[in-house]
């Protein structure tokens, strides 16, 4: 591998590393401002407050959103950390459709859900930041 070549992939490497640190920045805000608001108000407009901050967070990456993506597509893709995240996003996207769309709204039962989601998210999230670890540590 030619100098220029190595440089680009060390580039391109840092690159993915700064990406994912602004994924992980943005998600960590997203899931303080959801839990914030999980306890405010009615059921259903609390899970879909908490849904609304993650779209938000996703959103405000600069990331472009494909146009057949759905916006809970969109914040998965966006927002999604390997291994951490994908799951507990999945289930709060389930949560806020439902809070969104139902006839039923939410019920307690999906406040505590959303709640345990945000905070898995949060204690993932910690887990994954070296640099909180060491501090916690």
């Known amino acids: 591998m030619s100098l220029s070549e190595a440089r680009r992939a060390s580039l391109a490497g ?5 990406w994912e640190r602004v994924k992980t920045e943005r998600l960590a805000e997203a ?25 938000e967070a996703a959103a405000s990456a600069g990331v472009p ?3 057949a993506e759905t916006p809970a597509e969109f914040t998965v893709r966006v927002l999604g950390i390997g291994g951490i995240s994908e799951g507990q996003l999945v289930r709060l996207g389930a949560l806020y459709r439902e809070a969104r769309y139902s006839t039923h709204g939410s019920s307690e039962d ?14 993932d999230l910690a887990a994954a930041r070296p640099d909180t670890a060491e501090v916690a540590g």
Request: negative net charge.
């Open 14 to 18: 840092e690159t993915r590393t700064d």
């Open 31 to 55: 899931v303080d401002v959801g839990l914030a608001r999980i306890d405010s108000g009615k059921a259903t407009d609390a899970v879909i407050a908490c849904w609304v901050a993650l779209e």
């Open 65 to 67: 959103r494909d146009p």
């Open 110 to 123: 999906a406040r505590t859900e959303a709640r345990a989601a945000l905070l898995r998210l949060r204690d």
